[in-house]
Nanobody
Framework: QLQLVESGGGLVQPGGSLRLSCAAS????????VGWFRQAPGREREGLQC????????DYRDSVKGRFTLSRDHAENTVYLHMNNLKPEDTAVYYC???????????????WGQGTQVTVSS
């Protein structure tokens, strides 16, 4: 069964940091681009960043440039989203998904994980 599981979310104060994990089972992430997305209540799911198979990173959203970055751990079959200088507007459920390429729309990605909640509040 192809599955992605996100973890690492939680409550953090403004200016804080979190590292989210996207762990795959049933397939190797080495052969896929992996995108991170988020969805806040009442809003559509939006793309944040994507890491391609060779490790190149594509930003989907200017608001996370310089604050968020991605990395791969091939041995753990996991992709990490490193988030720094978090802001209240970053509060959302965060999802990862696999895709053939980072040059894609949200609907081109899948499978999806179940999401992990990130809340930025003092």
């Amino acid at each position: 069964q192809l599955q992605l599981v996100e973890s690492g979310g939680g409550l953090v104060q403004p200016g804080g940091s979190l590292r989210l994990s996207c762990a795959a089972s049933g397939f190797s992430l080495d052969y896929y681009a992996v995108g991170w997305f988020r969805q806040a209540p009442g809003r559509e799911r939006e793309g944040l960043q994507c890491i391609n198979r060779s490790g190149g990173i594509m930003d989907y959203r200017d608001s996370v440039k310089g604050r968020f970055t991605l990395s791969r751990d091939h041995a753990e079959n996991t992709v990490y989203l490193h988030m720094n200088n978090l802001k209240p507007e970053d509060t959302a459920v965060y999802y990862c998904a696999a895709g053939a390429s980072c040059i894609a729309t949200v609907s081109d990605f899948g499978p999806w994980g179940q999401g992990t909640q990130v809340t930025v509040s003092s």
